[in-house]
Nanobody, 121 residues
Framework: QVQLVESGGGLVQPGGSLRLSCATSGSIFSIYSMGWYRQAPGKQRELVATIPIGNSGGTNYADSVKGRFTISRDNAKNTVYLQMASLKPEDTAVYYC?????????????WGQGTQVTVSS
């Protein structure tokens, strides 16, 4: 089992910045990768960014956030971050932390509770 706890959401003006944090606990040695997803009202949940944990892959970003968002990790704190800059109203959504965890030969998804990000003047 892996537990994920997000923090750092809030209200920000267009052009502003926010940093989201996702603290992990539990069987963290089984985590293959982590990422951030978001879901706006009336829309499907979409990928924002991913970062490898237990593999040698690279980071991955949605086209809509490339150059504005940065995903990173602090292994000592077992925490993954999403630094968001140049925020736009269309970035408004609930942001969810995700962990893909190895269970045998397959990967299972674990989710945090979500944190609201609102970009508005």
């Amino acid at each position: 089992q892996v537990q994920l706890v997000e923090s750092g959401g809030g209200l920000v003006q267009p052009g502003g910045s926010l940093r989201l944090s996702c603290a992990t606990s539990g069987s963290i040695f089984s985590i293959y990768s982590m990422g951030w997803y978001r879901q706006a009202p009336g829309k499907q949940r979409e990928l924002v960014a991913t970062i490898p944990i237990g593999n040698s892959g690279g980071t991955n970003y949605a086209d809509s956030v490339k150059g504005r968002f940065t995903i990173s990790r602090d292994n000592a704190k077992n925490t993954v971050y999403l630094q968001m800059a140049s925020l736009k109203p269309e970035d408004t959504a609930v942001y969810y932390c995700n962990a893909k965890v190895r269970l045998g030969t397959s990967l299972s998804d674990y989710w945090g509770q979500g944190t609201q990000v609102t970009v508005s003047s």
